[in-house]
């Protein structure tokens, strides 16, 4: 995908993914989302926060000192406070600008759009569609920057010794058992979340739930 492809997914994901919580009702927004310790609320708020510059992320870490999960989630708390159709219209002035939070690129804010939106659909039972092509090139973004300050704002699952395989587009990477499905799953599972391990299947599976158990 080129950069022009990137952005007219982004742009697509933000339409969808704000059409869907123009539906919610007010105790679908305070439910729990896939990331531990948000709601809808507060993944909706950050997705009205792709845009920061240096001076509004700098403010950011002043006013919420800690890691950079920390700064993330308190901002995103602060944005949350806002009513919901006003963060329904955050999210929609978003679609047609590049501009993207310093320090990152148009894949982080593709792979940002992409995985919070099933943050948000996936533990209401909803369905928001995502391109497979564009999952792919989100979840080749992440694997390659394992590792680097980006990879810090996912949550580690040992997936170390694996080969992943999209079955819905051209996609695979790593070596050992086999992990395979839709690259929505596994998207999901490459940035920490295991709502997209039922959708999998291969060698690879029964083992990464081994691993995930508790001991």
Request: charged letters at 25%; one cysteine or more; hydrophobic letters at 45%.
């Amino acid at each position: 995908m080129g950069d022009d492809d990137v952005w007219a997914v982004i742009d697509l994901q933000r339409r969808r993914t704000a059409d869907l919580l123009a539906g919610l009702s007010g105790e679908q927004w305070d439910h729990p989302s896939l990331c531990e310790g948000w709601t809808v609320r507060d993944v909706a708020a950050h997705l009205t926060l792709q845009q920061l510059g240096l001076g509004a992320a700098l403010l950011s870490a002043l006013r919420h000192p800690g890691g950079l999960n920390h700064v993330i989630l308190e901002s995103a708390r602060d944005r949350a406070r806002r009513p919901a159709d006003r963060l329904v219209a955050g999210i929609r002035a978003t679609v047609g600008s590049r501009r993207h939070n310093v320090g990152v690129t148009s894949l982080e804010t593709l792979t940002d759009i992409l995985v919070h939106g099933q943050d948000i659909a996936v533990p209401l039972g909803l369905e928001l569609e995502m391109p497979p092509e564009a999952a792919a090139v989100a979840a080749e973004r992440v694997r390659s920057t394992g590792g680097t300050r980006t990879a810090r704002v996912f949550r580690h699952l040992p997936l170390e010794g694996f080969r992943f395989v999209a079955t819905d587009v051209s996609w695979a990477a790593g070596e050992g058992p086999e992990i395979r499905g839709p690259a929505a799953a596994l998207l999901l599972l490459l940035t920490g979340r295991r709502a997209g391990l039922d959708r999998l299947a291969g060698d690879g599976v029964e083992m990464l739930r081994h691993r995930l158990a508790p001991a």
